[in-house]
């Protein structure tokens, strides 16, 4: 067998790749003599709030960022000093809202490009919550949120992170993706072997039907569908996902009902092959 069709010589190459790639990365950043390494600990300060939700406390820091208390103490000073946290009880530390003006005028130029007022009717017509994501390294992050008010129907905030493994709207993203960058954003995700071949799936299930799906995986009792739209003149520069209960009769109505308006609104990019 050749080791283009041995599915064990495949996988080791990937995570081959995947460990030189990862060692390639970390040598750039070190040899980076642009890279501002402060500027850079005080934005993964500031990232980690959007890792856990409520105050957190200098350990909470530590924890979530592996840099040393006297280097968490004195960066938390300094974005005290610019507004961007507050201290509250027992020397934890919030966001501020000032966080919220730096995110505003990218909210806002995204928005005007996107038909809103036809997808928050799609989403009213039903239990739908519409997101529209737009890629971030390896997460894709929601500048758009559409919910219907029926009981049950799931939330899903503009700012959330979507994990490109466990979403469909990662899945989707990642399959419309050109062979070379396909391979790049698998990479760069911490896969065990049997996620390739959930991307494959996600891939034929695209080029198929012109969505990807996934139940139960991205949230309990949640089902969701995906595809990639073009954003900007590029093709999969944004992914519309819709969530609703995984109950069978909510997903059926998800693919008859609202794919086609949704496809009709934000047509579907076609897959590169």
Sequence with gaps: MSSDTNVEAIIARHFNARAALGEQATNDVAEDRKFVDAVGRGI???EAFGRRSGSLSNADLHE??????????????TLVTL???????NGRFKLTPKIAALARPMLEAGAATLPSDALAAIAASGPWCIVVAEPNGASLIVTASFRGAA?????CAIGTTLDLATTSAGRAWIATLDAQARQQALLSLDLEARALDVFATARAKLLSDGYCVEVG???????TLAFSVDADGRAGGRVVMCATSE???WRERLVRDVVPKL?????CSVPAR
């Design 83 to 89: 507004g961007y946290l507050r201290r509250v009880e």
């Design 44 to 46: 993964a300060l500031l």
């Design 217 to 223: 995986e991205w949230r309990r009792g949640v089902a």
């Design 64 to 77: 979530i960022t592996g840099f040393s208390k006297p280097a968490i103490t004195r960066l938390a000073h």
């Design 247 to 249: 109950k069978r009769a």
């Design 263 to 267: 496809r009709k609104t934000l047509p």
């Design 151 to 155: 009981p049950g129907t799931p939330e």
